[in-house]
């Protein structure tokens, strides 16, 4: 016999449709989770493109970003020999570890216009998974502005075949870029030919000092010379000046940041003269900023005022002083002058007075050389294609 017979049959009819409620409920919640879920998918998918396409962007801009680095290292040109076109694809780190995107170089181009100062326009794709963002910008120059590291000095008073040796130390947390080094050596022969060893022993650190030229007496016996480095390395280095046996000089380093490197002297000028006559000359600069330091050897030990406008180092030592004395001895000093702006002439100068009882009769060389500010490359604007 059914169940649902007689008077059971409304209870039985209830029971079908309370059966059938729960199974429409079920089918209603199940459409709505996978509804949830699905919107859920939809919306994460959505942040996750999101994300990808700021972190392309990211990407992007920091390809902008680099390729004004490597702009900004000689031979400083907007040029497809430094960033390729198409370049390969560089991994963008993460903080955390492992990469998240590349950005690829796709096309260097001449802007317009092209210059002066020297522009070109660098394309750069940024991808993160299937997204991608590609940037247009245009670069351009400006001059850096040079700026003072650290300054020290050393002496050579023998007439044996040692070396002039000095520390000269450049801080890493003020060290900047488009560094060098520049060494004066105010020197006094004894009656011969006594120089500057130029070559392997002739050095700052591991690097050799390059001659830049220099200035003779023509009858005294005092000769002022100009050494450099490029880039030097951070730290603490050894100057050394190998000079000829039977002399005596003073040295002098001083390191810049923001000099460029394919042409540092921008202008030289010498001079020489006899006291009381003082030293006096004028370097014509040709860059806009360029900064010039002198050199001067007197021969006697006589005191040295320095002309108005010019800075002496004093830390860690006085740029100002003598090695020997009377008619053997070489009085050396240097100076500097900041940023020249705009370009063209710049007076040097310095008095020499009393060094008794050596009469002020004796001669002197002087130097000045002009350094040029390294070309510096930046982001003149960008947008997005």
């Keep these: 016999m059914s169940a649902c017979h007689g008077g059971h049959s409304l ?34 998918h959505d942040t996750t493109a999101q994300n990808d396409g700021v972190a392309a962007l990211f990407a992007a801009e920091t390809g902008i970003e680099r390729a004004s680095r490597l702009y900004s290292i000689p031979p400083y040109p907007c040029d497809v020999t430094l960033l390729p076109a198409p370049a390969p694809a560089v991994p963008m780190p993460v903080t955390a570890g492992g990469t998240r995107g590349t950005f690829q170089s796709t096309a260097v181009i001449p802007a317009v216009p092209p210059g002066p100062p020297l522009r070109c326009r660098l394309q750069v794709i940024g991808r993160v998974g299937n997204t991608t963002r590609t940037i247009q910008a245009d670069l351009t120059t400006a001059l850096s502005d040079i700026a003072l590291i650290s300054t020290s000095r050393g002496t050579k008073n023998n007439t044996n075949a040692a070396p002039m040796t000095w520390n000269h130390n450049i ?12 060494v004066a050596v105010s020197l006094r022969r004894s009656g011969g030919t006594e120089a500057v060893v130029i070559g392997p022993q002739t050095t700052y650190g591991s690097l050799q000092l390059i ?11 005092v ?20 000079i000829s046996p039977g002399a005596r000089a003073t040295g002098r380093s001083i390191a810049f940041s923001g000099v460029d490197q394919v042409t540092p002297i921008d202008a030289v000028a010498t001079a020489s003269g006899n006291l009381p006559a003082n030293p006096v000359l004028a370097v014509t600069t040709v860059t806009d900023k360029a900064w010039v330091v002198d050199s001067l050897a007197v021969r006697l030990g006589a005191t040295t005022v320095v002309g108005a406008g010019q800075i002496v180092p004093v830390v860690p030592n006085d ?41 002020l009769t004796k ?17 003149l604007n960008w947008n997005e294609m």
């Design 211 to 221: 001659s830049v030229g220099g200035v003779d007496h023509p009858t005294d016996g």
């Design 223 to 242: 000769r002022v010379e100009w050494l450099l480095a490029l880039n030097p390395p951070t730290g603490n280095s050894q100057v050394r000046v190998q």
């Design 11 to 44: 209870m039985c009819q209830r029971g079908v449709a309370g059966l059938m409620a729960m199974l429409f409920l079920l089918v209603v919640v199940g459409f709505s989770a996978v509804t949830l879920l699905n919107m859920s998918s939809s919306d994460l």
């Design 363 to 379: 001669g002197w060389v002087y130097s000045a050389l002009a350094l040029r500010p390294a070309p510096r490359v930046y982001v």
């Design 319 to 359: 740029w100002r002083f003598t090695v020997g004395a009377g008619n053997t001895g070489v009085r050396g000093a240097g100076s500097y002058k900041t940023a020249q702006s705009p370009a063209g002439s710049v007076s040097m100068a310095w008095t020499v007075t009393g060094a008794p009882p050596v009469p």
């Design 171 to 182: 801080p890493a947390a003020t060290a900047g870029v488009n560094r060098i080094v520049l």
